[in-house]
């Protein structure tokens, strides 16, 4: 069984900052991709940073210059830093993985199971 595990969400100011943390743990041989998505109330779920095993990221436009998505490998931790909060990054945030168990194994995929996010004075 794998296992992912958010925290970090909570109420903040516009302007403020959070930082979100997602610990993978169980059986696991690697982890090719880490990443955030955020669903917002009546909108769909949309994919917010993307960080692959060789380095590569990815940013959704409405994110960029403001989050910061990094890893720790030994800890199978991925992080989310959200500097300058605004109104409308207001979500319930998922973090996701695909990881593989075994050295043969496929890769599937992985999610925890949110954490909100409520960005208002």
């Known amino acids: 069984q794998v296992q992912l595990v958010e925290s970090g969400g909570g109420l903040v100011q516009p302007g403020g900052s959070l930082r979100l943390s997602c610990a993978a743990s169980g059986s696991i041989f690697s982890i090719y991709t880490m990443n955030w998505y955020r669903q917002a109330p009546g909108k769909q779920r949309e994919l917010v940073a993307r960080?692959?095993?060789?380095?590569?990221?990815y940013y959704t436009e409405s994110v960029k210059g403001r989050f910061t998505i990094s890893r720790d490998n030994a800890k199978n931790t991925v992080y989310l830093q959200m500097n300058s909060l605004k109104p409308e990054d207001t979500a319930v945030y998922y973090c996701?993985?695909?990881?593989?168990?075994?050295?043969?194994?496929?890769?599937?995929?992985?999610w925890g199971q949110g954490t909100q996010v409520t960005v208002s004075s």
């Open positions: 960080l692959i095993s060789g380095g590569s990221d």
């Open positions: 996701n993985a695909q990881i593989r168990r075994t050295q043969l194994g496929a890769l599937s995929d992985y």
